[in-house]
């Protein structure tokens, strides 16, 4: 109830920045135009736009990171003519998701040691090996690992844009591809003047399975050896309906 | 301002992506519907005219259109426990299965799957299972395939020669040496149980760790290596193969959560109907020309593999999520 109430004061503020800019108001309001997406059989991937308005003139960055896991890098090596996976690193809590866009250029409105405290860009992304800080050798690992992000869509490869209409309203497009990874997302949105933020937010986003292909993945999850015994009998099912068709010839 | 143009025609990146597009639950991919049917019709045709099951195109091919390899394994496994049930109804119908042989194979490819489904599970977690299924591929397709031009050439150019001699019935070895003798009335056959055992236990690895029936090792091992009469030799395989593939299926999708129902499916749909169109194809080519036809598919995917596996990967790095 007091979440929806903010909810709809944020609403209000948002509204009463438009018409004057009150001192008192909130120096930055943001919103998505959803809060969920949902991944059903047809997915093909979305966009949600993340808007909102500022209490007077300033830059805004807005970073999309996705639900962390512990991704494991391997390099592979010629063995005997072969190619195989020699070395690894893991890296812990690495979002599997990131996007960020801003209204300028990032090197132009902030710090490095801004985009360093607050991760803003791929380069600044805080990727630390599970087995302790990083060291000199551990470097190609994290760059081969943000490449492959960036090859699978998972990471941006460039700086989106935040479009600002006149001088306090803004918006940008949010795209998730196919492959866009499910759990709880957080926008972080920062406003920043004279190269240092001076406010943020932060809104959550669910990326989430739903309907048929949620409950076949949940079952599949929790239930696995009944998954296993229906996915044995479907086919089976299958197999001697598809030759009932055929069985005079 | 000059006249009004129509704006050019710019891609819409929802149609251009294919209306038919499926999310695959388990694989956590979109793929095209009409791709994944046509494959499934391409493998069931091979099926078809070759009597296996075609596993060995399928898993590879899966892998290559973007499943990930542990899924497209499993996966296989899944849709080759229908294809096989189709199969073995249209044999049963013919009397060529032999139930006795098929459960004596099935006993040693038990036993055989547990193992391989804990090898795999064991090596995806050190990071080799993709070097383990591409080394086991080359090896066995390379031999296989090999050995069978060799002897389906042979047995061509025999074929031409007016006045060829005739084969012996029945040729006797060590193996006829072994303990354990069962009779087959089926197959017309008293053998050392052992021998089945043993082949259906190498199979079920097979199963577990390619995605594979086995039905191109099965079916010349049976022949050559058992003695079976060739009529019985595509059910009584296919028969085993609904239970190894069933097992490698219900473990997979306890150890390792990489059984894409869906996937099988449409595999299975677009497999159906091209194994029905295979077999009425294959049922007009000669034996042989039909094994050098095989034979010459099977090392053209062992070379693919092997080059794949020697040239200097275009990336040096790979990532995998921490289970």
Known sequence: ?249 | MGPVRAPPALPNPSTSAGPMEIYLPIAEVSLDVLVLLALGGVVGFLSGVFGVGGGFLLTPFLIFIGVPPTVAVASSANQLVGASVSGVLAHWRRGNVDFKMGGVLLAGGFVGSLLGVWLFSLLRRVGQIELVINLSYILLLGTLGGLMLIEGTRAFLRGRKPGAGRRKLHQHNWVHGLPLKMRFRRSKLYISALLPLGLGFFIGILSAIMGVGGGFVMVPAMIYTLGMPTAVVPGTSLFQIIFVAATVTILQAINNRTVDLVLALLLLVGGVIGAQIGSRMGSRLRGEQLRIMLALLVLAVAIKLTFDMTATPAHLYSTAFVQ
Do not use: C
């Not at chain 1, 919103?31 to 979305?46: N, V």
């Not at chain 1, 302790?132 to 960036?150: C, K, M, S, V």
């Not at chain 1, 499910?182 to 003047?193: D, E, K, N, P, S």
């Open chain 1, 1 to 249: 109830m007091r979440r929806a109430a903010a909810r709809a004061l944020s609403a209000l503020a948002l509204l009463a920045g438009l018409a004057a800019a009150p001192a008192a108001a909130e120096p930055l309001v943001a919103d998505l135009t959803s809060h969920l997406i949902g991944i059903t059989g047809s997915f093909t991937g979305d966009s949600v736009v993340l808007f909102g308005a500022t209490d007077g003139p300033g830059d805004v960055v807005v970073v999309v990171r996705g639900p962390e896991r512990d991704i494991v890098v391997r390099r592979k090596r010629q063995v005997a003519g072969i190619w195989v996976n020699a070395k690894e690193e893991t890296f812990a809590a690495v979002p599997s998701f990131y996007r960020i866009a801003s209204s300028r250029p990032l090197d132009a409105i902030t710090t490095p040691a801004v985009r360093a405290f607050h991760q803003l860009g791929v380069d600044d992304l805080r990727l630390v090996p599970t087995r302790g800080p990083l060291r000199p050798e551990d470097q190609p690992f994290r760059a081969a690992l943000i490449e492959e992000q960036q090859r699978d869509n998972l990471f941006g490869k460039t700086v989106g844009k935040v479009d600002f209409l006149g001088d306090r309203l803004f918006r940008t497009t949010i795209r998730f591809p196919s492959n866009v990874p499910t759990g709880a997302y957080l926008v972080q949105v920062f406003l920043i003047r004279d190269k240092s933020v001076v406010a943020g937010q932060t809104t959550p986003l669910a990326v989430s399975k739903i309907g048929l292909d949620a409950e076949v993945y949940d079952f599949a999850d929790r239930r696995s050896a009944a998954y296993g015994v229906i996915a044995v009998l479907t086919a089976m099912v299958a197999g001697w309906l598809a030759s009932l068709p055929f069985r005079h010839a």
